[in-house]
């Protein structure tokens, strides 16, 4: 029987490059070994341009593309996870629309998969677009990331990631965290785990979506989410200060029997500012994981699908009509429509 390699592609305002990328991975994945078929699972993140009117011309053309359509930008993760869900694959693999993550890499992909591996991390040798100063706060990231958390993550890894079955299994059914890095999760779910390297190639078209404020944002997110270090922040400069305030008695105590009282304005400033400075850090970030805590106790869903194209097993009325009997079918089945189990 004849294995199955599905593409999840995120898509979010791609219009002027997503028929390149079509076409490539087209060619490539038609030369894949006899054994293996694909599909090619495309989520229309909200684009505000033509993105899923191309999207639909293309699941109309071709039976093979199927189309996840988002209520609104939802973001790059909970377009990988929608994909993930809907994705019918014995091997799934995640990709960006944008040809940064190299097409060609799918038949290596699909040989680590026949050597039984199931986690299969794509590592950016280097990254062409990307500027210096993405580069180096990535390093500095990962370093910083794998000294605070258990989790070793792979330096480097991108979003360009293929787990197998069994693999998906696990992201589907229990990683449905609201605040979440989802490339974290692959890497710390065990299984056969191999690594592949490849080289970024600069974007076909259009513009990186990812400014340096949404990545620190993700950064501290991602801190917070594996490691739980910053809270006990808390305890280990109190402990510190402690000591601290201990010495300073002891030095009260001996200069005033010495010389009587001592004068010590400045020092009284500096001492408060630096202790209030770091109160409030500590306040600070204990708030931050209670804005974590409060969105996964809100349990709002991590995505909403508007519409399906080519979704239904065995049915042709979807890739006839190209529209409509994907939203009928997400209304019959509701948990479809709003996934978050
Ligand atoms: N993307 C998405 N939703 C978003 C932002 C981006 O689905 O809110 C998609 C985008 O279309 C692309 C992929 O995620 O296919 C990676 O985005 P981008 O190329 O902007 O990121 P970079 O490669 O610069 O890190
Ligand atoms: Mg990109």
Redesign the pocket.
Known sequence: MSKLLSVV??????EPGLRDFYSEATAVLRALPASWDYELVF?N???SDDSGRLLRGLAREDRRVRLVEFSR????E???IAGIDYADGDGIVC????L?HPPELLPEIVEKFEAGCQVISMVRVRNK??GLLKNVTSSAFYKLINRLSDVKFEPNA??FFAVDRQAAEVLRRNYREKVRFLRGYVQSIGFAKTTLSYE?RP?VA?????SLRKLFRFSVNTILCFSDLPLKLGIYSGAVTALFGVLMVLYTIHTWAKYGAPSGYATIVVLISFMFAMLFVIVGIIGEYIAILFAELKDRPVYIVKDTVNMEKGGGTAQESGRGSGSLAAEEVPYKKIKNL
């Open positions: 592609v995120s898509v979010y305002n791609e989520v993140d909200g684009s930008n939802f973001g790059h909970a377009a990988m990709m960006d629309a944008d940064q677009s990307a991108s979003d970024a974007r259009g513009e990186s979506k990812y």
